[in-house]
């Protein structure tokens, strides 16, 4: 074993194992809030398959799609604060009012996490987007 640590002589960087474990956790909360595996690949922009290896720790996002995995994992987050699971797959995948006719998921695929977290905030104040 070198100075350096074991992790470089496997090839991996430190913490890759944490983040992995993170990834997971972040997923088994979105999908405890509801959400399945390929409405998760949908709304990151990625295949079932890939989530399927996040989820099993082999691989992980990275940039963009680990950042609107945090996003999305807010989101529910939130929204189980609301709803119950079932409620919530509903509402994301539903349109309204509030937000012109989107669903919040076409929102989120587009990045536009703001606006989803708006209306979210109007329903807790009592709208009802």
Do not use: C, Y
């Amino acid at each position: 074993m070198s100075i350096a640590g074991p992790w470089r002589e496997r090839g991996e960087q430190p913490g890759s194992d944490a983040l992995s474990t993170t990834v997971v956790t972040k997923l088994r909360a979105i999908q405890d809030g509801g959400l399945r595996a390929a409405d998760i690949a949908r709304l990151l922009g990625t295949r079932p398959e890939t989530v399927s290896r996040w989820n099993s720790g082999r691989n992980r996002p990275r940039g963009a799609r680990l950042h609107r995995l945090l996003e999305l994992e807010f989101i529910v987050m939130r929204l189980t604060a609301l709803d119950p699971p079932e409620a919530l797959r509903l509402w994301l995948f539903s349109r309204h009012q509030a937000l012109d006719g989107r669903r919040p998921a076409d929102l989120i695929e587009e990045g536009r996490i703001d606006a989803v977290l708006r209306a979210i905030d109007q329903r807790a104040d009592g709208a009802s987007p």
